[in-house]
Nanobody
Framework: QVQLVESGGGLVQAGGSLRLSCAAS????????MGWFRQAPGKEREFVAR????????SYAASVKGRFTISRDNAKNTVYLQMDSLKPEDTAVYYC????????????????WGQGTQVTVSS
């Protein structure tokens, strides 16, 4: 079992940057595919980015590609989401998630979720 704790959210002006972190418990973090999702008020949870177990492959939602970067440090049991050139439409609660299989873009494929961290981008 994996427990996930996100941090790094906050209030930022449009055009600014934030770096989210997701710390995982357990000794088998390196065996989990990881993903970031977000949910804005009144909207469904949506895929943001994913990364494979060793960090060799990543993919992004079209809305964030070129602005966000997902990475992981297996020695620190942590996955990151660097968010640059933030826009007001990026405002949401951001969740990290872990899957024991190949990371995908579908929330239903992930077994473990963090509690979320709020990101608010002002215009």
């Amino acid at each position: 079992q994996v427990q996930l704790v996100e941090s790094g959210g906050g209030l930022v002006q449009a055009g600014g940057s934030l770096r989210l972190s997701c710390a995982a418990s357990g000794r088998t973090f390196s065996s989990y595919g990881m993903g970031w999702f977000r949910q804005a008020p009144g909207k469904e949870r949506e895929f943001v980015a994913r990364i494979t177990t060793r960090g060799t492959m990543t993919s992004y939602a079209a809305s964030v590609k070129g602005r966000f970067t997902i990475s992981r440090d297996n020695a620190k049991n942590t996955v990151y989401l660097q968010m640059d050139s933030l826009k007001p439409e990026d405002t949401a609660v951001y969740y990290c998630a872990a899957t024991g299989s190949i990371s995908t873009t579908q929330a239903r494929d992930y077994n473990y979720w963090g509690q979320g961290t709020q990101v608010t981008v002002s215009s």
